[in-house]
C-alpha cells in the first residue's frame, strides 16, 4: 500500500515536472514571439518614420540621383530622399518663405546651406521641369552649385559619384514675406511653356514689388521665389552679377519665361562682358529705384507696367553685399550704406541675406 502511495506520488511528480517544462517552453516561447515582434516594429518604426522625414534636428539620409557639370565652377546636384517624404514643401513654404536646407560633410563635421529649386530631371530628354502645384516629387531637391578651389564642402560635393547617400537637415527659413492666407494661388502654367495669353490675373489683394540684388549662385534665391508653387505676386526687379550668364546653364531659361511674362524684370552684369558693378558703379545707380512704401494689404485694383520696390533683398559674397548695402556683420545686418544706401533705403526695407 505504501508503495503504491509512493508510485501515485512519484508519478505525480513526474506530471507536475513535465507539466512545468511544458510550461517554461510555452513563456520562453510566448516572451520570445512578443521579443521577435517588438524587435520588428522597432525596425519599422526607424525605416519607415523615425529620421526619415527631413527636419532641423536631426539628418534625413539622401541619394544623390542627378551630377550635372554646367562648367568647370557649376554644376547640378539632384538628392533623392532614400525614404519619400510625406510633406510638400513646396506648398507648404510657397513664396512667402525663402528656404534652404544643411548639408553634412561627415569627414570634417561641417555643415553648409544650399538653396533647393522646384525643379526635377527629366532623366529620358536630361532636362528640367518645375515641379508642378501639389506634386514632391517624394522629397527630390535640386540645386545649383558653385564650387570653389578650397571649398570644403562644395569641392566634396563634385566630386561624389551618384548613388552615394549624404545627410541634410532643414528647412530652415532664410527670409519671411507677409503671409496672405486669403490670396488666390498665381499660376504657373507658362512655366510648361502653356499658353495662357488669354488670362487676365487678378488677385484679392495688390501684390507688392520688391528688387533683389544677387551674385553668382545666389540666383537661386529670385528662381525660388519665382518658380515655387503659388510664385511671388508682385514683380522683381532683379541686378544679376556674375562672370557670364552662361555658367546658369538650363536656368537661363527659366528667367527669360518670366522676364517674358513681366513678372522678372532682369539686369544682367557679365564680368566676363566688362560690365562690372565692382569696377563701375555708376553703370547700375541710374537703373536702381528708390523705395516705394509698404501700404499693407488694400483690395486688388490692377497689375501696374512699372515696379515699385517696397523692399530690397542683397544675397551674395561679402564685398558684394557690401558694395550693394554696406558691410554685413555676421548675424547683424549693419547700416544700409554703397548704392542702396546712397539711393535713400534703410534698415527698414533692406534685407542682407
Ligand atoms: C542661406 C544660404 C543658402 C545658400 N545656397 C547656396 C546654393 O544654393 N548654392 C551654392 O552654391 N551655394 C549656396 N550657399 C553657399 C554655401 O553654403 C557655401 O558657403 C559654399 O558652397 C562654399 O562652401 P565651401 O565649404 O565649399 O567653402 P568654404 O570652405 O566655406 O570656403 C572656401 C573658400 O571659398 C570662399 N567662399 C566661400 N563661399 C563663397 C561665396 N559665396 N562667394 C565667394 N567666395 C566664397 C571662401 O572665402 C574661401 O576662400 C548658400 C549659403 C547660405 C548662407
Same mark, same amino acid.
Given at each position: 500500500?505504501?508503495?503504491?502511495?509512493?508510485?501515485?506520488? @512519484?508519478?505525480?511528480?513526474? !506530471?507536475?515536472?513535465?507539466?512545468?517544462?511544458?510550461?517554461?517552453?510555452?513563456?520562453?516561447?510566448?516572451?520570445?514571439?512578443?521579443?521577435?515582434?517588438?524587435?520588428?516594429?522597432?525596425?519599422?518604426?526607424?525605416?519607415?518614420? !523615425?529620421?526619415?522625414?527631413? @527636419?532641423?534636428?536631426?539628418?534625413?539620409?539622401?541619394?544623390? @540621383?542627378?551630377?550635372?557639370?554646367?562648367?568647370?565652377?557649376?554644376?547640378?546636384?539632384?538628392?533623392? &530622399?532614400?525614404?519619400?517624404?510625406?510633406?510638400? %514643401?513646396?506648398?507648404?513654404?510657397?513664396? !512667402?518663405?525663402?528656404?534652404?536646407?544643411?548639408?553634412?560633410?561627415?569627414?570634417?563635421?561641417?555643415?553648409?546651406?544650399?538653396?533647393?529649386?522646384? %525643379?526635377?530631371?527629366?532623366?529620358? $530628354?536630361?532636362?528640367?521641369?518645375?515641379?508642378?502645384?501639389?506634386?514632391?516629387?517624394?522629397?527630390?531637391?535640386?540645386? !545649383?552649385?558653385?564650387?570653389?578651389?578650397?571649398?570644403?564642402?562644395?569641392?566634396?560635393?563634385?566630386?561624389?559619384?551618384?548613388?552615394?547617400?549624404?545627410?541634410?537637415?532643414?528647412?530652415?527659413?532664410?527670409?519671411?514675406? &507677409?503671409?496672405?492666407?486669403?490670396?488666390?494661388?498665381?499660376?504657373?502654367?507658362?512655366?510648361?511653356?502653356?499658353?495662357?495669353?488669354?488670362?487676365?490675373?487678378?488677385?484679392?489683394?495688390?501684390?507688392?514689388?520688391?528688387?533683389?540684388?544677387?551674385?553668382?549662385?545666389?540666383?537661386?534665391?529670385?528662381?525660388?521665389?519665382?518658380?515655387?508653387?503659388?510664385?511671388?505676386?508682385?514683380?522683381?526687379?532683379?541686378?544679376?552679377?556674375?562672370?557670364?550668364?552662361?555658367?546658369?546653364? &538650363?536656368?537661363?531659361?527659366?528667367?527669360?519665361?518670366?522676364?517674358?511674362?513681366?513678372?522678372?524684370?532682369?539686369?544682367?552684369?557679365?564680368?566676363?562682358?566688362?560690365? =562690372?558693378?565692382?569696377?563701375?558703379?555708376?553703370?547700375?545707380?541710374?537703373?536702381?529705384?528708390? &523705395?516705394?512704401?509698404?501700404?499693407?494689404?488694400?483690395?486688388?485694383? =490692377?497689375?501696374?507696367?512699372?515696379?515699385?520696390?517696397?523692399?530690397?533683398?542683397?544675397?551674395?559674397?561679402?564685398?558684394?553685399?557690401?558694395?550693394?548695402?554696406?558691410?554685413?556683420?555676421?548675424?547683424?545686418?549693419?547700416?544700409?550704406?554703397?548704392?542702396?544706401?546712397?539711393?535713400?533705403?534703410?534698415?527698414? $526695407?533692406?534685407?542682407?541675406?
Amino acid at each position: 500500500m505504501v508503495r503504491g502511495r509512493v508510485l501515485k506520488l @512519484s508519478t505525480s511528480l513526474i !506530471y507536475q515536472h513535465k507539466r512545468s517544462k511544458g510550461f517554461k517552453r510555452w513563456v520562453t516561447f510566448i516572451a520570445l514571439g512578443f521579443g521577435v515582434t517588438g524587435v520588428g516594429c522597432c525596425y519599422y518604426y526607424s525605416e519607415h518614420y !523615425y529620421h526619415t522625414e527631413l @527636419s532641423n534636428e536631426y539628418f534625413t539620409k539622401y541619394r544623390i @540621383s542627378y551630377k550635372k557639370d554646367i562648367d568647370e565652377s557649376h554644376f547640378l546636384l539632384e538628392l533623392t &530622399p532614400l525614404k519619400p517624404q510625406r510633406t510638400n %514643401l513646396w506648398s507648404a513654404m510657397a513664396s !512667402y518663405n525663402l528656404w534652404s536646407v544643411e548639408v553634412k560633410q561627415p569627414d570634417i563635421m561641417v555643415v553648409r546651406r544650399y538653396t533647393p529649386l522646384p %525643379l526635377e530631371v527629366d532623366t529620358v $530628354n536630361d532636362k528640367l521641369e518645375v515641379l508642378k502645384d501639389g506634386y514632391n516629387a517624394n522629397g527630390k531637391l535640386l540645386f !545649383y552649385i558653385k564650387n570653389y578651389e578650397n571649398g570644403e564642402v562644395s569641392k566634396w560635393l563634385r566630386r561624389l559619384p551618384t548613388d552615394r547617400t549624404i545627410e541634410v537637415r532643414g528647412p530652415y527659413v532664410d527670409y519671411e514675406f &507677409p503671409r496672405d492666407d486669403h490670396e488666390v494661388k498665381r499660376s504657373r502654367s507658362f512655366l510648361w511653356e502653356q499658353d495662357d495669353s488669354g488670362f487676365a490675373e487678378r488677385f484679392n489683394h495688390q501684390p507688392f514689388d520688391i528688387s533683389m540684388f544677387t551674385a553668382g549662385t545666389a540666383i537661386v534665391t529670385a528662381l525660388q521665389l519665382l518658380l515655387t508653387e503659388d510664385p511671388f505676386k508682385g514683380k522683381i526687379q532683379l541686378f544679376h552679377s556674375c562672370k557670364d550668364i552662361q555658367e546658369l546653364g &538650363p536656368l537661363i531659361k527659366f528667367l527669360y519665361l518670366c522676364e517674358q511674362k513681366k513678372r522678372l524684370q532682369l539686369h544682367m552684369f557679365e564680368s566676363s562682358k566688362g560690365n =562690372s558693378i565692382r569696377y563701375d558703379a555708376s553703370k547700375i545707380e541710374p537703373l536702381i529705384s528708390r &523705395p516705394c512704401s509698404y501700404v499693407g494689404s488694400t483690395p486688388f485694383t =490692377s497689375i501696374e507696367d512699372s515696379i515699385k520696390p517696397v523692399a530690397s533683398l542683397v544675397c551674395g559674397p561679402d564685398g558684394y553685399i557690401t558694395t550693394i548695402s554696406g558691410m554685413k556683420y555676421d548675424l547683424a545686418q549693419g547700416p544700409i550704406c554703397g548704392l542702396l544706401g546712397s539711393k535713400g533705403w534703410n534698415n527698414f $526695407n533692406v534685407y542682407k541675406l
